[in-house]
């Protein structure tokens, strides 16, 4: 394969920006190889992220070209297209070629998993969407391997995409390792060019508007906000990037109702890969937490609780709803033990702080975010100051929920609701851990 | 319509100023406006710049053979976190609609404006690249009517240190308009006030007689 097709084959891209002479990507277009199109089109949608609102498409009097141009808001994030943008996608028709693929992961699976594991590759083989609906803790990763690895011996083309980066950087390595002759490519906001055709592509679900019929089969990762009602271009964007008749695999510990109707074919792991159960939240009342942090004063109850768990070693997250409620609340936390440090979501220092919690070095963490997933802190207790906040749903608490007794060595913790009023998600969230523990052991 | 910051769902308020008066809809919901931190008066006399008396800048260039080149002059924004993130989604990732996120202000700022109106240009080169000049584009949201009358020479100051564009000479040229003796120069950022300075120069050596200035943001 050439190295323009490689690059381009699947891909929507804009002309200017390909990383080839301008002689060669004309001669690719001049053999009917690769085809130009306009980033707007005459109707008013966006060619890569299929955009077609007039809230998000907007006019405007273009210098560029001198005319009344149209952009995009909604992909604007990765270089802004218009009318008068070109973008250039390959449509020379793909020869599948099949090679053989090694696989170096020598795991073992639970039955649980190999159950799993073996219903996604009968999915894919019979080209039907698939829910994966597994605990937090229950092992997802290692169930995809197989899968993928008969796919790939198929010659498919494979995608796994996942909302954040966190994810997709995690999963890196681990599938590197998996399959280590495999053409992987990781894909995020500035990630490193990469080279060469990539038959296994990790990509944040934002990388997938540049994709268009690229993907012979598709993982969703913690799709647990999809169908994406908040953003429906994603939506889009995910199917647009897969072949007309490729299967989707769904993965969610939280599925919403609306994804377990969509998808027919399900299966279930409730239980996790170390088989005791999921540690199910307790609720505190915290009285007016907010008016008494601002004056600078933490409630006593919670100070308690902090205190007990600096007693006892145990190292704990404590969960706000807000980057402001930390601020304030960081140094009244200090001042109960200076090893409790601040963690938000943009924090660059973030993956340190965690590794320093499980190191002991830190005593404590207030965040305002899911902290990266798959990290194991052995002995972690969890609190969540304000859990009848709106920010807190039932997905967030379940999630939040999971970061406790993920090792198999001290599978449990405690995980608090400190609350000022319980709410139907917190209801909602304990309700579905106690029927994942009723599940889970049958 | 969502907010063009932050993407929620935007609150409509209905005012009387709407009822009885045409006025454009807000972009932009109250939380992230609010983000915006206006300069209180009076700061500095040339620039807004908050503090006592003329600002470190505006002293260097009145000490340094350009006073009372700019008669007087204010900016309107704090150059705060929210104001950056505006600026680079503006400027750089070229979101036109964002002119609209101040015309209120810039029509408050300038309705009332007797002198002419004068942008501060871009190159040809740098407004083709660019797509549209973001001095002209709030202006033209503010629906406040301007006129260019000086165009831009070749090299940008992107690169240069600040010794290096103090003493960087002729930014500007006349684009063949009369000059008027009355005129206010807008711009969208003002950082050292080279810029600015040098714009005023290039028109009051051409007859002008009164040149005030007004930044968007003061850096
Ligand atoms: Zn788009
Ligand atoms: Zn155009
Ligand atoms: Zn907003
Ligand atoms: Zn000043």
Not at chain 1, 271 to 283: E, K, T, W
Not at chain 2, 170 to 190: C, H
Request: charged content about 25%; proline content about 5%; glycine content about 6%.
């Amino acid at each position: 394969m050439q190295a323009i097709e490689a690059f381009l084959r699947g891909r929507i891209w804009v002309k200017q920006f390909l990383p080839f002479p301008e002689e060669l990507v004309q001669a690719a277009i001049d053999k009917g190889d690769a085809t130009v199109i306009s980033g707007i089109s005459a109707g008013g949608e966006c060619a890569r992220c299929l955009e077609n609102s007039s809230d998000y498409v907007i006019p405007f009097h273009c210098a560029t070209c001198g005319n009344t141009c149209r952009y995009c808001r909604t992909c604007i994030q990765m270089g802004r297209i218009s009318s008068c943008t070109q973008l250039v996608l390959w449509r020379a028709p793909h020869i599948l070629t099949k090679r053989p693929h090694a696989f170096s992961w020598h795991g073992k699976l639970t039955p649980q998993q190999e159950n799993a594991s073996t219903a996604i590759s009968e999915s894919i083989r019979k080209q039907e969407h698939h829910l994966l609906y597994a605990v937090c803790g229950a092992g997802k990763t290692e169930i995809l391997f197989s899968p993928i690895h008969e796919a790939l011996q198929k010659g498919l083309r494979i995608c796994v995409a996942a909302p954040r980066t966190d994810v997709i950087l995690e999963l890196s390595p681990r599938f590197q390792q998996a399959f280590p002759d495999t053409v992987i490519h990781t894909l995020y906001g500035n990630s490193p060019e990469q080279t060469g055709y990539g038959e296994l592509v990790l990509a944040t679900t934002y990388q997938l508007y540049r994709f268009e019929e690229a993907f012979d089969l598709l993982f969703v990762d913690e799709a647990d906000a999809f169908p994406y009602s908040l953003d429906p271009s994603l939506e889009r964007t995910v199917k647009k990037a897969v072949k007309p008749s490729a299967p989707i695999i769904y993965i969610s510990a939280t599925p919403s109702k609306t994804l377990q109707k969509q998808i027919a074919v399900h299966s279930t792991i409730f239980r996790r890969y170390h088989g005791a159960p999921l540690p199910v939240p307790i609720y505190r009342s915290l009285w007016n937490y907010e008016r008494h942090i601002r004056k600078g004063k933490l409630p006593k109850v919670l100070t308690e609780w902090i205190q007990d768990k600096l007693q006892k070693k145990q190292p704990f997250l404590l969960f706000f709803p807000s980057i402001e409620l930390i601020n304030q609340a960081a140094p009244l936390l200090h001042k109960i033990d200076p090893s409790i440090q601040t963690v938000h979501s943009e924090d660059p220092g973030r993956k340190g702080k965690v590794m320093q919690l499980r190191a002991g070095t830190l005593s404590g963490l207030a965040t305002s975010t899911i902290l990266e997933r798959g990290i194991t802190i052995p002995h972690l207790q969890v609190a969540v100051v304000g859990a009848d906040h709106r920010v807190f749903d039932r997905a967030a608490l379940i999630q939040i929920a999971g970061r406790v007794g993920r090792s198999a060595k001290d599978p449990t913790g405690e995980i608090v609701f400190f609350h000022n009023g319980i709410t139907r998600q917190m209801d909602a969230a304990r309700a579905d851990i106690l029927f994942y523990n009723r599940e889970g052991r049958a | 319509m969502n907010c063009c910051l932050c993407n929620q769902k935007l609150q409509f308020i209905p005012s009387w100023r709407g009822i009885f008066l045409y006025e454009a809809p807000d972009v932009a919901c109250a939380p992230c406006k609010n983000a915006f931190s206006k300069l209180t008066l009076p700061g500095c006399k040339y620039c807004g710049k908050e503090g006592e008396g003329k600002c470190q800048d505006c002293f260097y260039w009145e000490e340094h053979g350009y006073r009372e080149l700019i008669e007087s002059g204010k900016s309107l924004y704090r150059y705060n976190e929210a104001m950056k993130d505006w600026f680079h989604q503006y400027k750089f990732l070229k979101d036109v609609l964002l002119a609209q996120v101040f015309a209120k202000e810039l029509r408050e700022a300038l309705a009332n404006e007797r002198a002419m109106i004068v942008p501060i240009p871009l190159n040809e080169e740098k407004l083709r690249e660019r797509s549209f000049s973001q001095v002209d584009q709030l202006l033209l949201s503010a629906n406040i009517p301007y006129k260019h009358l000086l165009e831009k020479c070749g090299d940008t100051l992107g690169t240069k240190t600040r010794q290096e564009r103090m003493a960087t000479q002729q930014l500007f040229r006349l684009n063949g308009e009369a000059v008027p003796k009355q005129l206010l120069l807008v711009d969208d950022l003002y950082t050292t006030g080279t810029t600015m300075r040098q714009a005023a120069k290039t028109l009051k050596e051409a007859g002008a007689e009164s040149i005030r200035i007004l930044s968007l943001i003061r850096a």
